[in-house]
């Protein structure tokens, strides 16, 4: 089962302009320039403050940027607020890359109005996408990457698992796409999905709020007939 967008081509390539994730199928294996600015004639150097402004991820800097931040990265619960309620995942500390990549991006803010843009009963909830055209804006400002899969930790697609789709775009060795995430609704699992997918967690609290956007009504290409967003996504400290 693939998705289908139910928005404009023109929309698709923006909000895909970072990175387009593939999904899960139901039952087939698929340095700025220095500068300064004077204020009561004292000279205040603001190349550090522009370069944090300005740093972008790349294919090519992405894997040390989170190899850094994970170093001390003490939190691995993450809330999910929806109008259905909340939720709570906690990330899995021997899947560092995605672990990482997950806090770094609710931190920013990036999941925060996006939406569960995908839904397919008794499966899957998948969310991290949106046709708002903030949401393609967040992806060019934060950068377009990927992050390679870690498969082989000893975690499965159990009920509640937290995982991450890869991309379908040049992508011989599944890599997964970073913005985007799926969670697990099947009982006792979906372990069909094992070896192409990184689970990098689990929800440990409000399974009955993801059991509640499972079931909604929806359209083509199993988008939801009434938009779902995520209102906030908070990291527990």
């Known amino acids: 089962m693939t998705i289908k967008s139910s928005f404009s081509v023109t929309i ?10 593939e999904n899960p199928k139901e039952k087939v294996k698929t340095p700025p320039a220095r500068t300064a600015t004077k204020k009561d004639s004292v000279v205040v150097d603001s190349s550090e403050t522009k370069k944090e402004e300005e740093f972008v991820l790349t294919e090519d800097n992405a894997i040390d940027f989170f190899f850094n931040y994970q170093k001390d990265l003490k939190a691995d619960k993450v809330k999910i607020t929806t109008r259905f309620g909340s939720f709570t995942v906690q990330l899995y500390d021997n899947v560092p890359y995605h672990k990482a990549n997950f806090i770094y991006l609710a931190r920013k803010g990036y999941f925060d109005n996006t939406q569960f843009h995908r839904v397919v009963k008794n499966f899957i909830i998948q969310g991290g996408n949106s046709d ?26 159990h009920r509640g698992t937290i995982s991450m789709p ?24 979906s372990y069909h999905l094992d070896g192409d997918f990184t689970p990098f967690g689990k929800v440990i609290q409000g399974m009955d709020v993801v059991d509640a956007i499972n079931q909604v009504e929806t359209g083509d290409g199993d988008w939801p007939s009434q938009n779902i967003y995520i209102q906030k996504a908070e990291v527990i400290e």
């Open 12 to 21: 698709l390539l923006l909000i895909f302009l970072a990175s387009c994730g």
């Open 132 to 157: 708002d055209r903030l949401t393609g804006q967040k992806r060019s400002k934060i950068g377009r990457y990927l992050l390679p899969p870690d498969t082989r930790k000893g975690h499965r697609h």
């Open 166 to 189: 890869s991309s379908e775009i040049d992508n011989p060795h599944m890599l997964a796409s970073p913005y985007e995430f799926f969670i697990v609704v099947t009982d006792p699992g």
